[in-house]
């Protein structure tokens, strides 16, 4: 039974994957430089999510602050980027 619930679970994971395919933007309309500030964007969010891991998990007073004055220079980061790529949409839409 399981066996058929986890096939099943994969034949949706293909076709969502085929469905994100057709909802994408043709890569020529998309700038190389909107690409990388993208995935730089993503890049700075997985980094996030680990640091709130480990600060979850941290103990040590110093180690705690370390990480936390990580997660502000990511944040203040990712806010940059965002607003970079905000803009970089606007003029390419123009």
């Known amino acids: 039974m ?7 679970s994969v034949a949706d994971q293909i076709e969502e ?3 994100r395919k057709g909802e994408r933007s043709s890569p020529d309309s998309v700038s190389p430089h909107t690409r990388h500030l993208t995935g730089r964007l993503q890049s700075l969010l997985l ?6 891991q480990q ?4 103990k040590h007073p110093s180690h705690r602050e370390m990480l936390l004055n990580g997660l502000k220079a990511v944040e203040k980061e990712i806010d940059e980027v965002s607003a ?3 803009t970089a949409g606007l003029k390419s839409k123009s």
Request: hydrophobic share 30%; net charge positive; glycine share 8%.
């Open 2 to 8: 399981a066996r058929g619930w986890e096939s099943k």
């Open 55 to 58: 600060l979850d998990r941290a």
């Open 84 to 86: 970079e790529l905000s």
């Open 47 to 52: 980094s996030r999510s680990r640091l709130l």
């Open 17 to 19: 994957g085929n469905s």
